[in-house]
């Protein structure tokens, strides 16, 4: 649809000082155009880019005149005539009311200030407006105003350039005044800036540019090119006549801020009451952000990204089939995607370990930071490490471990090629951003996203930003030189080693370290920067239970309290500068000493001020790590090494406490007990006689892993367990007592047995939240096994221990080591043990207690009482050993004895060990069972 030949019309653009595009309203699209020439004048030609030189004096100020008259406004139009040479429409425009000076004719207002002339026709009798314009040319000559005036000149022009870089580089970030000449589409312009001449400083010179607007890209728009084919994207056309009816031929502020490939500024336009075309195209819908170029914007990128995301929410436009994206797992469940976190260690240069701070004692969750690229791996070594990675784990570290920082989960990335799902967000430690700080000391790159890939940082253009910058300063990846390498030495690869470093870590009262890994409650990796060395560090004067190894084999548990202990070593020790106060070495290399750990504040009680050795006076206060353990009751006092250290006093003192309270392992461990078990372990160590054998008759219930076995006594209290676990069968069948919470570790509970669907007396040993699934110990029998919920019932008080007390205790076959399933000859050992054990009535001799676990010697009965030792036989018939150091301990023993202690005969203990020994020496010579292959303990 055209516009008619009168009516009314608004301005698009002025060509000269007498033609110009008129437009009418827009109706379901862009409006329609006509091209109208005023009739009866002439102004000067316009030179081109194809022509520069046709332009004529005085054209540009003529277009500039009647731009400024008319751009935007509202006129009434009448066609005249339309020529047949070139189909031009030739007509009158007439402004509203007043006009100017009362005057609203614009071909009259153009000749009235000298800025076109007259058309001159000899051929016809002028007419009377044609004498009017005359008259006002006349005047406008007599006065010397517009192309009457002398003091005219040609302008300077150019529509190229031969070095877009310089000039950008001379005016790059500067606001400059402009004129917008055309829009070609909403992303593609093409301005003219008037600035001094290169050549002649004291003149000008208008310089045409084709820029595209930085940060941003609207729909395409290419109709009607010569040898090109047409590409009319959606909402392309809206697009460009929003930014031609609000820039187009007007003066604007343009702002330089890079080149494309083909030699095209990028530019943000200004205009100089409606602010960044950009942000408005971008409000609208009509546009989207380009991420790795919105960082350019001078002034930052935030209002644009609010100006997408509010076009977004709109679903306004391009953005009309637009879902907001939650970030989910795999699984689909949604993900807290805002929250504080502890950081708790650092995993690698792009990711970290978190905790809730309002929850630090929930499971730790690794995140990865998005759209960040750690540095390249190089080939490394046992001891010797990336120096770039080093350098980016060890920023890290200081920068947040322990700290609280605030996570943003941009995305989760499923599973993929080997991956695992990745959390990957933006961390900020109070104003600071990490990645972009990573990126910005070239300690890491920007990754490049496909252009439809919207899983990227939310300030995606921060990070390209920092990136450009830490290019620029040639730092770190972009020095250009080779990645260093950071060597270390293991100074506790093997104990010969260990001694040549023990007299300078000995030498001062504690050393700087950072605590690199956690193997079990007591037991370190630590970096000691000041010597560039790695140590094992055993803490002196405690044990903690064992924990289960990642890599070991799935039957392996860890022992109760284990984990724990642990859990409070990854969450005090890992990765923070500690002190370390060595003592000694043991005998493969492991530096026997005290950890002293940060403490959470400067009045924690308990903490002690060590001064560090890094040639500083400085004074941090810190707490004896395995104080806290004793204090928490996952650890235990070692008597023989507490006695040799100097915290020996704090040890014991802190055992105390956490007995006092019922902590941890005092909770299942009767502290009296345990001191009256010390007490008889020692005796029997010493082989003093004061212990007293106890000789009982017991069935084994339970075969457990390497020679664990559990024993039931033969008495009146298993005929009372047979009665009991009747009533408890019918008790089950009719009540279902329920629990009132998920049960803890210690809970003693009723659970229904596998095997054959009978509840039993069982004590929760540990909780997996992961699996949901409850592992117990029957106390009665000993078994173990992992069962869900729905399987275990509160344990009413007329099962309760009171009323009977656990039937089935742990035991271990004295003096022997037996190999474990999947071990060279373990399985052969465990199908022996039950062959010969299980569920057999057999004669025990209790001969020492250790640990809480009986040491026993078991006995077929015999006409006599006793007849075959099983421990004897396993050990002749090479299935079980004695280890090297107790066969050593009995022959110094034999030794210093002579075969007596004292005058008296020797006890039980010795002759068992003696007879064992001689069983064992048989066994190896005749190469019997596990000796087939000769003494596989030279390999030990």
């Not at 054959?756 to 007396?761: C, V």
């Amino acid at each position: 649809m055209s516009l008619p030949n009168n009516g009314r019309a608004f301005v698009k653009s002025v060509l000269s000082g007498d033609s110009l595009i008129i437009r009418g309203r827009p109706v379901a699209g862009p409006p329609p155009e006509r091209i109208i020439s005023l009739a009866n004048i002439v102004a000067p030609r316009m030179g081109t880019a194809a022509d520069p030189s046709k332009e004529e004096i005085g054209a540009f100020e003529s277009r500039e005149f009647l731009r400024k008259l008319l751009i935007g406004k509202e006129v009434a139009f009448k066609v005249e005539y339309t020529t047949t040479t070139n189909n031009r429409d030739f007509g009158s425009l007439t402004l509203a009311p007043p006009g100017v000076d009362g005057e609203t004719n614009v071909a009259r207002l153009m000749v009235q200030n000298g800025w076109a002339k007259v058309k001159s026709d000899t051929k016809r009798t002028p007419s009377d407006e044609q004498i009017a314009l005359l008259e006002l040319e006349a005047a406008a000559q007599a006065g010397g105003l517009g192309l009457w005036s002398s003091k005219l000149s040609s302008r300077s022009v150019s529509f190229s350039l031969l070095d877009a870089r310089s000039f950008l580089n001379l005016y790059k970030g500067k606001p400059v005044p402009a004129l917008v000449e055309q829009v070609r589409d909403a992303n593609t312009i093409r301005i003219a800036v008037i600035v001094p001449d290169s050549e002649d400083s004291s003149k000008t010179i208008h310089q045409y540019l084709n820029i595209s607007l930085t940060g941003i890209k609207a729909p395409v728009y290419r109709a009607n090119v010569p040898n090109v084919e047409d590409l009319i994207e959606p909402f392309s056309q809206e697009a460009k006549y929003f930014v031609e009816s609000r820039l187009l031929q007007r003066d604007v502020n343009v702002i330089l801020e890079g080149l494309n490939p083909n030699g095209i500024f990028i530019a943000s336009l200004i205009h100089k009451v409606g602010g960044s075309i950009a942000e408005a195209l971008l409000v609208e819908g009509y546009a989207s952000i380009v991420s790795w170029q919105v960082g350019m914007i001078t002034g930052g990128p935030e209002k644009l990204r609010v100006a997408e995301l509010k076009a977004k929410e709109k679903k306004l436009r391009i953005w009309k089939s637009f879902v907001s994206k939650t970030p989910t797992s795999t699984n689909g469940k949604s993900v807290v995607t805002d929250y504080d976190a502890i950081v708790t260690r650092i995993m690698g240069p792009d990711s970290i370990m978190i905790v809730p701070a309002a929850n630090p004692s929930a499971p730790e969750r690794r995140i990865f930071f998005s759209s960040l690229r750690a540095p390249p791996k190089s080939k490394e070594g046992e001891t010797v490490e990336n120096g770039l990675i080093h350098e980016t784990r060890e920023f890290l570290r200081q920068k947040l471990i322990g700290k609280t920082v605030h996570v943003v989960i941009d995305f989760v990335k499923p599973k993929e090629n080997g991956f695992e799902e990745r959390e990957c967000a933006s961390v900020t430690l109070g104003e600071t951003n990490i990645a972009e700080t990573l990126i910005s000391r070239g300690l890491a790159t920007a990754l490049r996203h496909r252009k439809d890939d919207d899983n990227r940082a939310s300030n995606y253009d921060a990070l390209l930003l920092a990136e450009d910058k830490a290019i620029k300063g040639l730092k770190g990846i972009h020095s250009g030189k080779e990645s260093p390498s950071y060597r270390f030495v293991d100074a506790s690869e093997s104990a010969t080693k260990a001694k040549g470093f023990l007299t300078a870590l000995q030498r001062n009262k504690s050393v700087s370290g950072v605590v690199e890994f956690a193997a079990s409650g007591s037991r370190f990796k630590v970096w000691i920067p000041s010597q560039n060395i790695k140590i094992t560090l055993v803490l002196g004067g405690v044990r903690t239970p064992k924990t289960a190894r990642l890599n070991s084999n799935s039957n392996e548990k860890s022992e109760p309290f284990g984990q724990e202990a642990l859990d409070l070593a990854n969450r005090r020790a890992l990765q923070r500068d500690v002190e370390v106060s060595i003592e000694s070495i043991d005998k493969v290399g492991g530096f026997i000493g005290s950890l002293f750990v940060p403490a959470p504040t400067s009045s924690n009680a308990g903490a002690v001020s060590v001064l560090g050795i890094s040639g500083n006076a400085r004074s941090t206060i810190t707490e004896n790590f395995a104080v806290l353990l004793l204090d928490a009751g996952f650890a235990t006092v070692h008597d023989y090494s507490a006695a040799q250290s100097p915290q020996g006093t704090l040890l014991y003192a802190a055992e105390k406490r956490a007995q006092d309270k019922r902590a941890g392992i005092w909770s299942i461990r009767d502290p009296v007990e345990e001191a009256r078990q010390k007490e008889e372990a020692a005796a029997a160590a010493n082989g003093n006689e004061n212990f007293k054998d106890i000789v009982q008759e017991v069935y084994v219930s339970e075969i457990g892993n390497a020679g664990e076995i559990h024993i039931q006594t033969v008495g009146p209290e298993l005929e009372r367990l047979e009665k009991m676990m009747a009533d408890f069968a019918s008790f089950h069948k009719n009540h279902q007592p329920s629990l009132a919470q998920t049960p803890k570790a210690n809970d003693y509970v009723s659970a229904k047995f596998t095997a054959d669907n009978q509840w039993y007396r069982a004590r929760v040993r540990e909780v997996n939240n992961e699996t949901k699934k409850i592992f117990v110990t029957f106390i009665d029998y000993g078994n173990s096994e992992s069962l869900p919920l729905t399987q275990l019932r509160a344990l009413t008080s007329q099962f309760g221990l009171t009323v009977l007390p656990a039937q089935s205790k742990e035991a271990r076959l004295a003096f022997l080591t037996v190999p474990p399933t999947g071990a060279e000859g373990g399985d052969v050992a465990y199908d022996r043990l039950r062959d010969d054990m299980e569920g057999q009535k057999l004669v025990a001799r209790i001969i020492g207690i250790v640990g809480g676990v009986s040491q026993v010697v078991l006995s077929v009965p015999g006409k006599d009482g006793v007849g075959e030792c099983l421990n004897l036989t396993l050990v002749a018939d090479g299935i079980a050993y004695i280890d090297r150091q107790v066969v050593k301990q009995h022959e110094q023993n034999a030794k210093i004895s002579g075969g007596q202690t004292n005058g008296q005969p020797k006890i039980l203990k010795k002759e068992v060990l003696a007879a064992l020994v001689t069983a064992q020496e048989i066994a190896r010579k005749n190469r019997v069972g596990l000796w087939r292959y000769g003494d596989f303990r030279d390999d030990e």
